[in-house]
């Protein structure tokens, strides 16, 4: 794992497709932001994190458009992994699991933003992203037991 890979991930946190177009995957990494603009319009994305931000969380739970909300979770991880991999990261096998489960952990996050979670209404969010936690953490496991049980650890 070089600091160029590094480098491409963090750009792909910034904003997905940033990291493809570092990479010089000019096409993929322009689909990639177009992607994200129409998700975050359409999910009112932008709006959300402000009022999150502010402390407005019912009010983040309301202008939410879940429908749209949902699909950035997999856009997000998706394009932070493809960046990183065409760098030259996560070469070992199953390397990919704690992006994959990330990206499924926060889209639950997301379907019980609006809801009590220990006695907490975190909105969509701070749920999604206490989520990411957990998240990657089973995907290390996940990868670790997968990996000895196929034989390659």
Avoid: H
Wanted: net charge positive; aromatic share 18%; hydrophobic share 55%.
């Amino acid at each position: 794992m070089g600091k160029n890979s590094i480098e491409k991930l963090f750009w792909s946190i910034a904003l997905p497709g940033f990291g493809q177009l570092l990479n010089g995957k000019y096409v993929k990494g322009i689909l990639l932001i177009a992607l994200e603009f129409i998700i975050n319009v359409q999910a009112n994305f932008n709006q959300i994190i402000l009022l999150s931000f502010r402390g407005e969380i019912q009010q983040a739970v309301d202008q939410a458009n879940y429908g749209w909300l949902m699909f950035y979770p997999c856009l997000y991880f998706f394009a932070m992994w493809d960046a990183y991999k065409d760098a030259g990261g996560g070469r070992t096998p199953f390397a990919f699991f704690p992006f994959v489960f990330a990206a499924y952990f926060v889209t639950v996050g997301i379907m019980f933003s609006g809801t009590r979670v220990l006695g907490v209404v975190w909105g969509p969010i701070w749920l999604p992203i206490l989520s990411v936690i957990p998240g990657v953490a089973i995907g290390f496991l996940i990868k670790i037991i997968v990996r000895k049980w196929v034989g390659t650890e």
